[in-house]
């Protein structure tokens, strides 16, 4: 087993959030980003998530054909194939950042897309997906977290959901640097008060706490890590004296939420983790934080790559002045596996930081 079932996936997020550590979740745009994740998970010695965007599920299918779920699709049947062959880590397929405009073009067809591969006894093609609701009000944003939640318990899916906004670009979705990218606990009350902490179907939560894509220069992020633990706290407080329940949700208590880590109801994710500092990542991870997703710092990587190769083979890759290069020099697969390398050495990098580095679930 490779590619995680639902229940391999559920052992993996209990095993971090009880251990204290969280898994890299790294996106992919191309079957050689693809393989540099497995290698850089595999090196690591550390299970992982693997996932794509609404841009790169699109891309994925080709500019011609330009489909996300046809993306999609390519992407896990190819990961599923590939991924076999590293039999001593799990690796989970996520799509991730799905904004309102995209859920019926994207998501909601992959989930019934699981739903009849569940309802026919064969496992889900991917383990989690997420919806991103940080452009709507929060009522709207829970409303249809808990129509996709409903059906992610009949897809055996994990539903991850965004609370808040995250601030600078990504896939053409971009929202400002201000105070709207700080969550607060009224927030994380809300969101159990109608989703629940477990018992109505498993979900992660991306609260923002500063949280930017992109890579900026110092001083420019500001994030507050102790938000998530003043979120955390809030909630766990609130299961044991009553007022989720009296909020008008049915009574919550420890009791009807299976092993919940101490303090810490919410199984967190943290977006926007490129470029954040060892302490900024070590703070999150501590209040609850079980899965960080590195875009910008791994497509650094592979492209920074790509890049040395070209400027030291300059005269062999191009014809310079009618001579004739290279082949072995501008054949795709001499840069390419460079650049998978160098990819590869920043995911290790990041699960070592992230402390799953070692402790692939055997």
């Given at each position: 087993m490779t590619i995680a079932t639902p229940e391999r996936y559920a052992e993996m997020l209990d095993a971090a959030r009880h251990g204290g550590y969280a898994y890299?979740?790294?996106n992919v745009t191309s079957s050689q980003t693809l393989n540099a994740a497995l290698q850089g998970f595999a090196e690591a010695e550390s299970d992982g998530i693997i996932q794509v965007s609404v841009g790169g599920s699109a891309y994925f299918s080709g500019k011609t054909v330009h489909d996300r779920v046809v993306g999609s699709l390519a992407f896990a049947a190819f990961a599923h194939e590939v991924a076999a062959q590293y039999p001593n880590i799990?690796?989970?397929l996520h799509t991730d950042h799905c904004a309102k405009q995209y859920l019926d073009e994207w998501v909601r067809p992959l989930l019934d897309h699981e739903i009849d591969q569940v309802r026919h006894g064969q496992e889900p093609t991917f383990q989690s997906h997420m919806w991103d609701g940080s452009t709507v009000p929060l009522e709207e944003n829970l409303t249809i977290a808990a129509e996709l939640l409903e059906k992610s318990v009949r897809a055996q899916t994990?539903?991850?959901?965004?609370i808040g906004a995250v601030?600078?670009?990504?896939d053409g979705h971009s929202a400002e640097i201000n105070e709207k990218l700080y969550s607060?606990?009224?927030?994380g009350l809300r969101v159990a008060e109608r989703l629940g902490l477990g018992e109505h179907g498993r979900y992660m939560a991306a609260f923002t706490f500063g949280n930017v894509h992109g890579a900026y220069k110092p001083g420019v992020v500001k994030l507050r890590p102790e938000l998530l633990r003043d979120i955390q706290t809030e909630v766990w407080n609130a299961t044991h004296d009553g007022r989720l329940g009296s909020l008008g949700a049915s009574s919550v208590s420890s009791c009807a939420i299976p092993d919940l880590p101490e303090g810490k109801p919410f199984a967190?994710?943290?977006h926007g983790g490129s470029g954040s500092s060892p302490e900024e990542i070590a703070a999150a991870v501590s209040y609850g934080v079980v899965k960080m997703n590195i875009d910008t710092d791994t497509q650094y990587a592979f492209s920074r790559a790509i890049a040395g190769h070209?400027?030291?083979?300059?005269?062999?890759?191009?014809?310079v002045d009618g001579e004739v290069g290279n082949k072995k020099l501008y054949d795709p697969r001499s840069w390419g596996r460079?650049?998978?390398d160098a990819m590869a050495a920043r995911v290790v990098e990041a699960c070592v930081q992230l402390g799953s580095a070692g402790r692939a679930l055997k």
């Open positions: 890299l979740a790294i799990t690796i989970a994990v539903l991850e959901i965004e601030g600078g670009e990504e607060t606990p009224a927030d967190l994710v943290f070209m400027f030291r083979n300059y005269d062999a890759v191009l014809k460079e650049a998978e």
